[in-house]
């Protein structure tokens, strides 16, 4: 079984840089699409972007700008930049990944079938 | 984007009764690519229903999803003391994937 583990984010000021990385433990990238989605103190989930093994990516629109992600298959891990940040992007990140296929994916954006654990981003000047 | 709204923000209910949590999309939802998570606190969401109906493995039975269209609904027909958690919504039709605010189902 698939399973994730994630590190990275903190503390942060305004303007600086959110990193952070996941690691993929018993199963390789290829066959996933790897995701980031967030959750605000108190608030919902909001999906950020997602790679897949060949590291052709999506992001959602709002946050383009902003996010780089990319993925490393020597070491089974993916990652995500999050650039400019601000109190706004405060919240938990988590990565996810997303088993391909007609079962768990429509052509356009897939559900998220095993998550990490979840790392705290804090961002305060 | 589909904007998901979740109904109700809080659902207080004892052991034994029964749940029902809507989940209303802003535009049609389509193939019914509809999802709902289970979060607990300081827990990453679980997968619990998928294709607007489908369980996931090893969920229970008492659980179970249904709609179409805008409208979807997440039954849970008798609670467990486990059941006790958040539940997302989460539509995967259209890109970006979105999910809903929320439900809390918290004892009563």
Same mark, same amino acid.
């Given at each position: 079984?698939?399973?994730?583990?994630?590190w990275?984010?903190?503390?942060?000021? %305004?303007?600086?840089?959110?990193?952070?990385?996941?690691? !993929?433990?018993?199963?390789?990238?290829?066959?996933? &699409?790897?995701?980031? /989605?967030?959750? %605000? %103190?108190?608030?919902?989930?909001?999906?950020?972007?997602? /790679?897949?093994?060949?590291?052709?990516?999506?992001?959602k %629109?709002?946050?383009?700008?902003?996010?780089?992600?990319?993925?490393?298959p020597?070491?089974?891990?993916?990652?995500?930049?999050?650039?400019? !940040?601000?109190?706004?992007?405060?919240?938990?990140y988590?990565?996810?990944?997303?088993?391909?296929?007609?079962? &768990?994916?429509?052509?356009?954006?897939?559900?998220?079938?095993?998550?990490?654990?979840?790392?705290?981003?804090?961002?305060?000047? | 984007e589909?904007?998901?709204? @979740?109904?109700?923000?809080? *659902?207080?209910?004892?052991?034994?009764?029964?749940?029902?949590?809507?989940?209303?999309?802003? @535009?049609?939802v389509?193939?019914?690519?509809?999802?709902?998570y @289970?979060?607990k606190?300081?827990q990453?969401p679980? *997968? *619990?229903?998928?294709?607007?109906?489908?369980?996931?493995?090893?969920?229970?039975?008492?659980?179970?999803?249904?709609?179409?269209g805008t409208?979807?609904t997440l039954?849970?027909?008798? *609670?467990?003391?486990?059941d006790?958690?958040?539940?997302?919504?989460?539509?995967y039709?259209?890109?970006?994937?979105?999910?809903?605010?929320?439900?809390?189902?918290?004892?009563?």
């Amino acid at each position: 079984q698939v399973q994730l583990q994630q590190w990275g984010a903190g503390l942060l000021r %305004p303007s600086e840089t959110l990193s952070l990385t996941c690691a !993929v433990y018993g199963g390789s990238l290829s066959g996933y &699409y790897w995701s980031w /989605i967030r959750q %605000p %103190p108190g608030k919902g989930l909001e999906w950020i972007g997602e /790679i897949s093994h060949s590291g052709s990516t999506n992001y959602k %629109p709002s946050l383009k700008s902003r996010v780089i992600m990319s993925v490393d298959p020597s070491k089974n891990q993916f990652s995500l930049k999050l650039t400019s !940040v601000t109190a706004a992007d405060t919240a938990v990140y988590y990565c996810a990944g997303s088993t391909a296929g007609r079962v &768990y994916c429509s052509s356009s954006s897939c559900l998220f079938d095993f998550w990490g654990q979840g790392a705290l981003a804090t961002v305060s000047s | 984007e589909i904007v998901l709204t @979740q109904s109700p923000g809080t *659902l207080s209910l004892s052991p034994g009764e029964r749940a029902t949590l809507s989940c209303r999309a802003s @535009q049609r939802v389509s193939g019914s690519y509809l999802a709902w998570y @289970q979060q607990k606190p300081g827990q990453a969401p679980r *997968l *619990l229903i998928y294709g607007a109906y489908r369980r996931a493995t090893g969920v229970p039975d008492r659980f179970s999803g249904s709609g179409s269209g805008t409208d979807f609904t997440l039954t849970i027909s008798r *609670l467990e003391p486990e059941d006790f958690a958040v539940y997302h919504c989460q539509q995967y039709g259209s890109s970006p994937a979105t999910f809903g605010g929320g439900t809390k189902v918290e004892i009563k």
